[in-house]
């Protein structure tokens, strides 16, 4: 069973507009990871937002955590085309040293 | 460092036969994770080794796979026999530490089987 429940699955933008995906989960967590997948790669690390944190910034990238909703959001400002890819948020299971992987977002950004 | 690394990249084999995925992760890191991705399902783990040690491997499907990590640089997965719903993309990963370490992905084997 996924822990963590990306929305929307789907999404396309133009370029230099904002792209933002939510993330929802079920039990509590000790932290929240986004990675990004380029089509026919394997999965790139961006961000890690502990549970005891609210918000966390790393270059163009935005991410909140609310752990009273159980939901966490990835913001990309001013998106290019070279963020076109697919983003997953992983949450750990509170004691266990494993991630579990939602099933992602796709985003297309076009030129 | 070289990163993670699989082989092969792809792998097309018939139905019954035996499939073995290879892994070397990246040196100094404790933790190892196969994953499986297909469109279906979408990005499963499938087991993860801690210092060689298999810790938990309640993803694998079924008796057909096994997986061993001999050393630290090195693990193998293994399909016997393989099946048509085998295929997909197998990921391995490796982190230094556990759930709250940054996982780094290797560059995945695309497997069919026909």
């Known amino acids: 069973s996924q822990q963590g429940e990306e929305d929307p699955q789907a999404l396309s933008i133009q370029e230099g507009e904002n792209a933002t995906m939510n993330c929802s989960y079920k039990?509590?967590?000790?932290?929240l990871q986004w990675y990004r997948q380029n089509s026919g790669r394997g999965l790139v690390h961006l961000i890690l937002?502990?549970?005891?944190?609210r918000e966390k910034h790393s270059g163009r990238l935005r991410v909140t955590l609310d752990t009273s909703k159980k939901s966490s959001s990835l913001l990309i400002t001013a998106s290019r085309a070279a963020d076109t890819a697919s983003y997953f948020c992983?949450?750990?299971?509170?004691?266990?040293?494993?991630?579990?992987f939602g099933a992602g977002t796709r985003l297309a950004v076009h030129p | 460092d070289a990163g993670v690394i699989q082989s092969p990249r792809h792998e097309v084999t018939e139905m019954g036969q035996e499939v073995t995925l290879r892994c070397k992760p990246i040196?100094?890191?404790?933790?190892l994770f196969w994953y499986r991705q297909t469109m279906m399902r979408g990005l499963e783990l499938l087991i993860y080794?801690?210092?060689?040690?298999?810790?938990?491997d309640s993803g694998m499907p079924e008796d057909r796979f096994s997986a061993k990590m001999p050393n630290a640089s090195f693990s193998t997965l293994k399909i016997q026999p393989s099946e048509p719903r085998d295929s997909a993309v197998y990921f391995c990963?490796?982190?230094?530490?556990?759930?709250?370490?940054?996982?780094?992905f290797g560059p995945g084997t695309r497997l069919t089987v026909l």
């Open positions: 990963a490796s982190s230094r530490g556990g759930n709250t370490d940054t996982q780094y």
């Open positions: 039990t509590s967590i000790n932290n």
């Open positions: 937002i502990r549970s005891n944190e």
């Open positions: 992983a949450t750990d299971t509170g004691g266990y040293n494993k991630l579990i």
């Open positions: 040196s100094g890191h404790d933790y």
């Open positions: 080794f801690n210092n060689n040690v298999p810790i938990d």
